[in-house]
């Protein structure tokens, strides 16, 4: 903005000063002649006086050539008998004119010619001539062409000067403002803009913005507190439905049960950490939990996890994952976040298809660095009357519409992407590329993924709609 300002401030001072010093400079070497022209007129008015009462030509003669002695310009008589006394000059047309009693200038290759005609001269009507060079008609023009140049570069160098300061008082605000909101972007609640600076307009959108950043600290203090009743509602039936699994006689079954109970509480306790981390926390200070994980362990876990229930409901699983001795695969993900997206997938394909529908499991290291999980099974596939099926709370099938929503968001803050597609045998194939962590989360990831927990508890079996999704 300050270079357009100023590119505007030299444009605009341009213009006036074009506009102003060419007829200043045309005028300038108008006056310039005439005043070479008028100096020579003079004199050749002093000599008229001289010619036209000269009662001898030996005296006019000696008249002129003290005169030529002292001239800046050579002067010549041309008298009526023929007789040219000075420097020569030939019988122009323009002379013959002014022989019959009319004074006029020429031009001539040399400059400007002036003829003065004298009338009653005793050998009949004289001409006075000289001849005024180029030179003296431009002289002294260059030079104050020369300043009026300078003057300009100086007014448009002024001009620019001044348009940039003001630009720096508008723009200076503008750019805290913009920083602000950056900050507040990234989650740095604490940004505030001065809304004392600048033009009223910028003041009141820095006002404006420190009242955004004032809301949505609101909100998500708000949001907080929501989560923390949220957490007290649910112990109280998490509570009686632990004590109901304890009274079971099955021990085995209340075991199972006890266990997706720990499951879902420790969920339950993520979910409400999450929802009150500090927003002004950053994900790379030192001593907080790795944002990178292992996903060859996550996955083979959750597969683990999801592969009880596949045996009640007579699935086949095809797996393709690396083998505990193949190292890790690091993702720039939480291990919770990828856990989540893998029960998405897997649930979708246990929620919407048949039992007895086979499907498939694959990861792999993308050579980009990342993984990609592929999860394919043999059912109906998507159905397009439902549109997106990634769009946030859409479901045509009686579901909350959230988990591919979850799995679409957490992809993308990997630095990678969810696509659906059509698998080879007629069904939904889900492709999950996950982007690569940096080094220093690398580092992290490596250091603690043996730490990943294995929950051996199996998943309830979840109700199956209507296939569309």
Do not use: Y
């Amino acid at each position: 903005m300050r270079r357009r300002l100023a590119l505007l401030a030299a444009a605009i001072t341009s213009l006036v000063l074009v506009a102003f010093l060419v007829p200043l400079a045309l005028l300038v070497r108008t006056v310039a002649a005439d005043r070479a022209l008028d100096a020579a007129i003079s004199q050749l008015q002093s000599l008229t006086s001289a010619v036209a009462t000269a009662t001898s030509t030996d005296a006019l003669r000696l008249t002129v050539e003290q005169v030529n002695a002292t001239a800046e310009h050579p002067v010549t008589v041309l008298l009526g008998d023929g007789t040219v006394l000075g420097a020569p000059v030939a019988r122009t047309p323009a002379v013959e004119l002014a022989a019959r009693g009319r004074s006029l200038s020429v031009d001539v290759p040399a400059g400007q010619q002036i003829l003065v005609s004298v009338q009653g001269a005793p050998t009949g009507p004289a001409v006075i001539a000289t001849v005024v060079p180029k030179s003296d008609l431009r002289r002294g023009v260059t030079t104050i062409w020369l300043i009026l140049l300078g003057l300009g570069i100086m007014l448009v160098a002024v001009g620019v000067v001044v348009a940039d300061r003001l630009a720096v008082s508008m723009v200076g605000p503008i750019t805290e403002a913009a920083r602000v909101s950056h900050r507040l972007a990234r989650g740095d609640l604490e940004a505030r803009a001065r809304a004392a600076a600048g033009p009223p307009e910028i003041r009141d959108v820095a006002t404006a913005l420190n009242h955004l950043a004032s809301r949505i600290r609101e909100l998500l203090r708000a949001e907080r507190e929501t989560a923390a009743d949220l957490s007290h509602r649910l112990r109280t039936p998490l509570t009686a439905l632990r004590l109901n699994a304890e009274s079971l006689r099955d021990p085995q079954e209340a075991e199972r049960i006890g266990s997706d109970l720990d499951a879902l509480e420790r969920a339950v306790d993520q979910a409400i950490r999450d929802a009150r981390r500090s927003e002004s926390a950053s994900a790379d200070t030192p001593g907080s939990a790795p944002r990178t994980c292992d996903a060859a362990a996550v996955v083979r876990d959750r597969v683990e996890f999801w592969s009880a229930l596949a045996d009640d409901t007579d699935r086949t699983v095809e797996l393709d994952l690396p083998g505990l001795h193949d190292g890790p695969i690091c993702v720039a993900l939480p291990a919770a976040d990828l856990a989540a997206v893998a029960d998405a997938v897997l649930g979708n394909v246990f929620a919407h298809t048949p039992d007895g529908t086979p499907f498939a499991v694959e990861l792999s290291a993308r050579p980009s660095g990342g993984a990609r999980l592929v999860v394919r099974d043999a059912g109906p596939g998507l159905s397009s009357s439902s549109g997106d099926p990634t769009t946030r709370g859409a479901s045509g099938a009686g579901s909350t519409g959230l988990g591919l929503d979850i799995v679409r968001r957490a992809a993308n803050a990997s630095g990678g992407t969810l696509r659906l597609s059509e698998a080879p045998a007629g069904g939904a194939e889900i492709t999950i590329d996950l982007g690569p962590p940096r080094r220093h989360d690398a580092d992290m990831t490596a250091a603690t993924a043996s730490l990943w927990p294995l929950r051996p508890a199996r998943p309830a079996r979840p109700a199956r709609p209507a296939r569309p999704r």
